[in-house]
């Protein structure tokens, strides 16, 4: 009886979906083994049983993270998941992606401030997304990942901001190399960045930059006035700065908003919280003054 070979490549098209799914379920079982013959489960445990000596935390939770940590989510199986029998089939932009994507081999590479840090600055650009801040790919979010190693992270130039994961964040040094595609190809937006690295470089104490690009902000922006202290949100903004796209800039020491003539305004913080308060509260005054 003669037996005959297949190749992935050349079937995978031909196959049914439940073959397909045999298929996605073996190569996480064989990630799953990956995994747990490195030493970086074995530091997580660790990790986790210490937070448990010393806290309250449900055994869900526990589960949970350990869950995150080796088992890898299958796009196919989240499809199948996220799908009903009665329901048509769901477009790309109706399926809810996760932000925290981080599995298996893809978060066993990172250490886990990293992590946190990618989690939060991914779902920062979702909340731009929401309040319409972003102005198609064109919105490019950073934060400090490590001043030791001098890199930063941000969402990838080709990406919508509903798109950015924790896992398609790229790093790059403080001298513009990308030294991390994540999980995308893409690169970064290369007209916005020079300006966030010289922000870095002038103010130390900046550790996350957020653009606001809506209507409000780039008409205040335009305004010979700036922005006016006529409300309580407006007041809360402190000192501001201004420049021109084609100047170098001029920033304050103490300022935690840059407007830029005729773009809108970048907000600043010593972290990512403080950047989006500055964010959240000068935006809403520019529309108050508008």
């Known amino acids: 009886m003669s037996t005959r070979s297949y190749t992935l490549d050349s079937r995978s098209e031909k196959r049914p979906f439940g073959i397909l799914l045999d298929v996605e379920a073996l190569k996480r079982r064989r990630a799953v083994s990956q995994v747990l013959s490195g030493g970086a489960f074995k530091d997580e445990l660790e990790s986790i049983l210490k937070d448990q000596i010393g806290g309250s935390q449900k055994h869900s939770v526990v589960l949970k993270r350990l869950q995150d940590t080796v088992i890898p989510v299958s796009a196919l199986e989240a499809a199948r998941q996220s799908t009903t029998p009665l329901a048509p089939p769901l477009h790309v932009g109706e399926l809810i992606i996760s932000i925290n994507d981080l599995r298996g081999s893809n978060a066993s590479k990172y250490t886990i401030p990293e992590r946190q840090l990618r989690c939060k600055l991914a779902s920062v650009c979702r909340l731009s997304d929401?309040?319409?801040?972003s102005s198609l790919i064109h919105?490019?979010?950073?934060a400090v990942c490590s001043a030791a190693e001098r890199s930063v992270l941000a969402n990838a130039f080709?990406?919508?901001?509903?798109?950015?994961?924790?896992?398609?964040?790229?790093?790059?040094?403080?001298?513009?190399?990308?030294?991390?595609?994540?999980g995308t190809q893409f690169g970064v937006d290369h007209a916005s960045l020079p300006l966030h690295l010289a922000i870095y470089a002038t103010r130390q104490d900046i550790r996350c930059i957020i653009p606001v690009c809506n209507s409000a902000t780039v008409s205040v922006s335009c305004m010979n006035c700036g922005l006016l202290?006529?409300?309580e949100r407006a007041l809360m903004a402190g000192k501001i700065s201004y420049s021109n796209p084609d100047e170098d800039i001029c920033l304050d020491p103490t300022?935690?908003?840059?407007?830029?003539?005729?773009?809108?305004?970048?907000?600043?913080?010593?972290?990512?919280?403080e950047a989006f308060h500055y964010a959240y509260h000068v935006a809403k005054a520019c529309e108050i003054q508008v």
């Open 229 to 231: 202290g006529i409300s």
């Open 158 to 182: 080709g990406l919508m901001s509903y798109e950015v994961t924790a896992s398609n964040l790229v790093k790059i040094g403080l001298e513009g190399d990308v030294s991390d595609h994540g």
């Open 139 to 142: 919105n490019l979010v950073t």
């Open 130 to 133: 929401l309040f319409g801040w």
């Open 255 to 273: 300022s935690k908003i840059l407007f830029v003539r005729g773009q809108g305004l970048l907000a600043f913080g010593q972290n990512i919280e």
